[in-house]
T-cell receptor
Framework: DQQVKQNSPSLSVQEGRISILNCDYT??????FLWYKKYPAEGPTFLIS?????DKNEDGRFTVFLNKSAKHLSLHIVPSQPGDSAVYFC????????????FGPGTRLSVLP | DAGVIQSPRHEVTEMGQEVTLRCKPI?????LFWYRQTMMRGLELLIY????????DSGMPEDRFSAKMPNASFSTLKIQPSEPRDSAVYFC?????????????FGPGTRLTVT
């Protein structure tokens, strides 16, 4: 049973528009969430994180929103650029998971010029 | 820092052969993780170490898989004997300060193909 879900395998967005990537989790013990970006033939790279004590964290064009009651988080990219085209993984961790992160299956974002 | 280093980057082997994947974590990082990525299962954790000690190996598929971390700067993941279903990209990642929320740094991965 997947504890971290990304129900959209792929997403296409026009350059300059907003990209919204969604992630749902089932375990209420998760208290730390991250987004990773992965280009082909490279390892995932950390993008942005959020702790459960917050509901929003912003870093430049990237903002992560957390809705604890809905067990949902989202990544907003504004404005989207062609270089943002990659696979985005949502990951979650919690006190019961030690240093381990549980990853979602990923969403492939294509930003069209 | 060179980041997490993995070798080889690509490995093609025949079914039944032994395969050894190598990882050098970022200097000073206390935790090391081995992941496997497949189309069907996404990114799944195989095993992780804290201070060179294996903490959780529940993700290791079966006895054919083994991992070691003889010192703070080196880890291996061995598959013996290898099978075609082991074909995947294997990532190593490291992080600092166990117990605190911080991101993992991933290596470039080893693409394994078992024919």
């Amino acid at each position: 049973d997947q504890q971290v879900k990304q129900n959209s395998p792929s997403l296409s967005v026009q350059e300059g528009r907003i990209s919204i990537l969604n992630c749902d989790y089932t375990n209420s013990m998760f208290d730390y969430f991250l987004w990773y970006k992965k280009y082909p033939a490279e390892g995932p790279t950390f993008l942005i994180s959020i702790s459960s004590i917050k509901d929003k964290n912003e870093d430049g064009r990237f903002t992560v929103f957390l809705n604890k009651s809905a067990k949902h988080l989202s990544l907003h990219i504004v404005p989207s650029q062609p270089g943002d085209s990659a696979v985005y993984f949502c990951a979650a961790s919690g006190k019961n998971y030690g240093q381990n992160f549980v990853f979602g299956p990923g969403t492939r974002l294509s930003v069209l010029p | 820092d060179a980041g997490v280093i993995q070798s080889p980057r690509h490995e093609v082997t025949e079914m039944g052969q032994e395969v050894t994947l190598r990882c050098k974590p970022i200097s000073g990082h206390n935790s090391l993780f081995w992941y496997r990525q497949t189309m069907m299962r996404g990114l799944e954790l195989l095993i992780y170490f804290n201070n060179n000690v294996p903490i959780d190996d529940s993700g290791m598929p079966e006895d054919r898989f083994s991992a070691k971390m003889p010192n703070a700067s080196f880890s291996t993941l061995k598959i013996q004997p290898s099978e075609p279903r082991d074909s995947a990209v294997y990532f190593c990642a490291s992080r600092t300060t166990p117990g605190l929320a911080s991101e993992q740094y991933f290596g470039p991965g080893t693409r394994l193909t078992v024919t």
